[in-house]
């Protein structure tokens, strides 16, 4: 995989102006890709600041690695963001936080295009779906070894698919013959499950299931509103986390997180005074979620589904 099969990364410029790099001297990109993010940062950052870059695909690493070379203050860590405390060297820096934090996620374009990783229903390969290729589940397995009811339940959820239940029907009964092997078989048993009529319009039939396996597969949203709470607590007062976004679901664990942090108190609204103590974290500063322009899109079509969100800390009493 080399740098040049990663897109150009979703509204940089949109990011920079939130986070102000050129303010910081600790940021870290949690989901690092191919570094087009890190190197939007890394080339504002002040002199003696330092920049992580946390991905759990050894391809991504690789590539943003080569391309963020002529960096010397630039740190790749092979890792998960939703540990990402417990994974940044902080310590060594002298650092206690971070002044900015971005988090891109979902699937990266690079893996999208690299037809043998079985992320894409448009390209033959084996059902795969990691991010992180050491990872003990794929996509095969799910497939293959979960009951109906439970790829029905993932499909409804994760996919916000409305002919879940006749996909999960059709996945199981074409499994029993013989495993589904190839994402193209797949894709030809989510098409002929959904009806005619509905694959007229729209995007293609199979792009809710991929989407829901490939979130089951890589635990997406397990722990996401965790994560998210723990990078904004690792921030340190004046500090800006960012969040990019691809469906509803992601979004709406982060806008609860953000008002939570905004309004942590937990006293009934009957309540005359607050007597629960916990003071506000943080202060949001995107009200609505932040889309691409118009000029952005044209250029990049896959940013068409991404909201971002931020929020700044506004004190220090609590990390986590």
């Known amino acids: 995989m080399t740098e040049s099969s990663y897109h150009t990364p979703i509204m940089l410029r949109e990011v920079l102006e939130l986070m102000h790099p050129e303010t910081c001297m600790i940021t870290v990109d949690g989901t690092l890709g191919g570094g087009g993010h890190s190197e939007g940062i890394l080339e504002r950052l002040p002199k003696g600041a330092q920049h992580f870059g946390i991905d759990r695909d050894l391809d991504a690493i690789e590539a943003a690695s080569k391309r963020l070379a002529r960096f010397d203050n630039f740190h790749p860590i092979h890792g998960n963001f939703f540990v990402m405390k417990g994974i940044l060297p902080l310590k060594e820096y002298g650092a206690d936080g971070a002044d900015g934090i ?51 339940e993932i499909i409804r959820d994760y996919g916000e698919e409305r002919f879940a239940m006749r996909i999960a029907r059709a996945i199981a009964r074409e499994r029993e013959s013989a495993p589904i092997g190839t994402t193209t078989r797949l894709a030809e048993v989510i098409k002929g499950a959904i009806p005619a009529a509905a694959r007229r319009e729209g995007p293609h039939p199979a792009r809710r299931t991929f989407q829901a396996i490939r979130i089951e597969v890589n635990s997406e949203l397990d722990g996401l509103a965790e994560a998210v709470k723990n990078a904004a607590l690792l921030l340190n007062p004046g500090g ?81």
């Open 240 to 320: 800006v986390l960012c969040v990019i976004t691809f469906h509803s679901l992601e979004d709406r664990i982060v806008k609860n997180v953000f008002r939570d942090l905004k309004d942590p108190c937990t006293c009934p609204p009957s309540a005359p005074i607050c007597i629960c103590g916990k003071k506000p974290l943080a202060e949001i500063l995107t009200g609505k979620p932040i889309t691409a322009s118009e000029e952005e899109l044209e250029s990049n079509p896959r940013a068409r589904s991404a909201k971002l969100r931020a929020i700044k800390r506004t004190n220090n009493e609590y990390r986590g």
């Open 102 to 152: 971005i988090l891109d996620l979902g699937v990266s374009s690079h893996q999208l295009d690299d037809g043998g990783r079985g992320f894409s229903y448009g390209a033959d390969a084996p059902l795969d779906m990691r991010m992180d290729r050491t990872a003990p589940l794929s996509a095969y397995e799910v497939v293959n070894g979960y009951p109906e009811r439970r790829l029905f």
